[in-house]
């Protein structure tokens, strides 16, 4: 991998823009290029991934709705309700794998709650804290260890195209 240009793009903290750079690396052999995201930085949201992870621990604990949380973070209630949902349809996979990981750091097994998002939280929290007693980690916060797990992809939009892409022709799979 080699460093190859790079894109400015704008990241919302606590309903402030900033404007931040993102570089790409090149892989040489293969010629594809990849974003290094920082961690702080979800991919394709706008928003910071502490925003985000504020907003949804408060609403999946349900201490407060979508939109006084939308409120107090400054962004659209139709953003924080989009958060909810796409963390909703990775949370069963997200709580699997936060908690092996925190088995594997050497933290205790966890006993699943039967609500997903819930479940994927706390495993979450489980592997942020078996994290934080290796060197190093406590230096970042729960949510960008999290966010650099799963490679920013916590709350992800789904950017997976329909079409199937065979040479330089692209065909749209069959509806069944």
């Known amino acids: 991998m080699t460093f190859w240009s790079g894109y400015s793009r704008f990241v919302r903290h606590e309903g402030d823009g900033h404007r931040i750079w993102v570089p790409r690396a090149a892989c040489v052999p293969c010629g594809t290029t990849h974003a290094l995201l920082p961690a702080f930085v979800a991919r394709n949201r706008l928003d910071s991934i502490e925003t985000i992870g ?37 949370a069963p ?3 699997l794998s936060f ?13 699943p709650l039967g609500d997903p998002r819930r479940d994927a939280l706390g495993a979450m929290a489980a592997a942020w804290k078996a994290a934080a007693a290796l060197p190093g980690w406590l230096a ?5 260890f999290c966010s ?3 490679g920013a992809a916590l709350v992800a939009t789904n950017t997976n195209s329909p079409y199937l892409i065979v040479g330089r022709r692209r065909f749209m799979p069959p509806v069944a």
């Open 99 to 111: 908690a092996a990981l925190a088995v594997e750091l050497g933290g205790e097994a966890l006993t």
């Open 93 to 95: 996979s997200l709580a």
């Open 148 to 150: 650099a797990v799963c």
């Open 54 to 90: 504020a907003a949804l621990e408060s609403v999946t604990s349900a201490e407060n709705g979508v939109r006084p949380v939308a409120e107090r973070v400054g962004v659209p209630h139709t953003t924080v309700r989009g958060w909810l949902r796409s963390f909703g349809r990775r």
């Open 140 to 144: 970042v916060s729960a949510w960008r």
